[in-house]
């Protein structure tokens, strides 16, 4: 078992094509979304964008994050092979903003889907605290 | 955009091999871990093994669980074609039992390292009250 070091679990997020983004939520307790993001100086940039079809503009993840700025984004590996297995979570907070010209072209670079102009809403901006890692064995 | 009917939603969660389990922590507000599972007379069934190594045997799931045992597990499934994306998402309650020989052999049949006798300590029952799901369009 590998507790992977800050730069390696940097190193694997800013990697990662996709996450699940957990929030709390006032009465459920806790709500968990599939999310795609990008990292950019250090802050994980997530996309309310309007491409992937949604049941509504007024996004849950958003709501709960104005009542509690904690969130948590875990990105995964499952292997059938276990030892392959590794995952890489970041603790932290997030809130809805603007997207600045260097976080379109950090997610347009990223996902293709993101190139056209208006794909993207606003962004949550999440700070992590805390970023922890596991490896069953080192990764490559 | 497709709403996933209940037995779809079950049909996609009782075949995929991984998702992510989120629950409450006293300070952080949220944690979230990748578990395996197994769906069991309506019940979604994840094992505390000893094949995957952890930190400790004490695990925070665990804790959290006993705490809240509100909690939320998502199954998503990824691509780059995001006309493929889908995931299904249960809340529910769970709290942590000894297992059951059918949860024991439910686990077997899906996960070959589960045949080891030994190799599963408790599990976590995971009672949903709603279960959802999406996809970009209908899965096949």
């Given amino acids: 078992v590998v507790h992977l070091d800050h730069d390696r679990c940097w190193e694997l997020l800013a990697?990662?094509?996709?996450?699940v983004l957990s929030t709390l939520h006032?009465?459920?307790?806790?709500?968990?979304?599939?999310?795609?993001?990008?990292v950019v100086?250090?802050?994980?940039?997530?996309?309310?964008?309007?491409?992937?079809?949604k049941a509504s503009?007024?996004?849950?993840?958003v709501a709960n994050l104005e009542l509690d700025e904690r969130c948590v984004l875990l990105v995964d590996h499952y292997?059938?092979?276990?030892?392959?297995?590794?995952?890489v979570r970041a603790h932290g907070?997030?809130?809805e903003a603007a997207p600045a010209p260097a976080v379109l072209a950090a997610l347009?670079?990223?996902?293709?889907?993101?190139?056209?102009?208006?794909?993207i809403a606003t962004v949550l901006l999440l700070v992590p605290d805390e970023i922890t890692g596991w490896a069953a064995r080192p990764p490559r």
Same sequence: chains 1, 2.
């Fill in 15 to 19: 990697r990662a094509r996709a996450g």
């Fill in 26 to 38: 006032p009465e459920r307790g806790v709500d968990a979304v599939p999310v795609v993001f990008a």
């Fill in 41 to 53: 100086d250090g802050t994980i940039v997530l996309p309310i964008d309007t491409v992937k079809p």
């Fill in 57 to 61: 503009t007024r996004l849950r993840r």
């Fill in 79 to 87: 292997d059938e092979e276990w030892d392959r297995l590794w995952w």
């Fill in 93 to 95: 907070r997030a809130r």
């Fill in 108 to 119: 347009a670079e990223r996902y293709p889907a993101y190139r056209t102009q208006g794909s």
